[in-house]
């Protein structure tokens, strides 16, 4: 461990005390022993226990507020006293009756808050995951791939027309109206996403997309969506329409969530993006003229 990194770890322990005395004072209770037990855990567990461990603590102290009461089976890995974890609690006491884990009737909510953040304050601290934890995220998105093809493998024709049946039922109209506005070509504006993609075009480079896709060009003609107005029509012998097999791939990349586990995201190309901008505008459409309509029909 570097100097820069020991003093790193010292001042979250340091933030995470001062949070909690400042939380003690205003709940009329004490965080000596939470901090010492913090320090034990830090000591032989290290980051993990503030970026992954309390994480999990907040995580079963909200479910236990959904639920009503504690739940035994939550707070794994924590002594218990009576019907409540020991650790915060003295915050605990003020939310949960300590006999029988459950919620009181009035529960202080200033403990509510206390708990919560003296949990979830490191839960998305910007470190990067061990490999071994990259490694799994990964792993569980490529089962999670070949699971849903197994299931398009099982499915018959019959789960097929059932599908489109109930589709149909909750969508269709829906649907209907953005096929409608996309084969008349009404006010169709597509846009250019801030996130990267797997052509690697940033910012306006984008605006110079020379790259189309067979598939797109069916739909949104590239001489529509990507030349300013027809005065540019010879720009497009420089366009490329790629067939289904040429396409760029999409790239698969982790980004930061938490320490306990990356997000798995898959990076489209700027063609697909590009598209995909146009689709989601009509989508954001449709629904908040759902709702208009509602409210009118409401009032």
Known sequence: MTPYQGGLLKSLLLL????ADESATRCCTSATLDF???????????????????????KDFQKSLDLGYVDRRLFTGFQWKGGLPRFLGGFLDRVFDRNSGVLLGNPDIDAILAIRQLALMFSKILLPCSDARVKDAIDGFVECEQDVRSA???????????FRRMSSMLFGRFLTRIDHQIYWDLDLVPAHGPGSTS?????NEKYRLRTWTERLERIFPAG????????????????DILEPGAEIPV?????????????????????????QQLIRRLIYREIEGDDLLSSHRFF
């Open 199 to 203: 052509d690697r075009l940033i910012g």
């Open 36 to 58: 010492k037990k913090v320090e034990c855990r830090f000591e032989h567990e290290g980051l993990s226990f503030l970026t992954i461990t309390l994480p999990t603590f907040g």
């Open 251 to 275: 790239k698969v990349i982790t980004v930061p969530k938490t320490l306990k586990t990356p997000r798995i995201i898959g990076m489209e190309p700027t063609a697909m993006q590009y598209a």
């Open 224 to 239: 529509e969506f990507l030349l300013p107005n027809w005065r540019y029509y010879d720009q497009l012998a420089d366009v």
């Open 152 to 162: 398009d493998i099982l499915r018959t024709p019959i789960d097929l027309e059932a």
């Open 16 to 19: 995470w005390k001062k949070v």
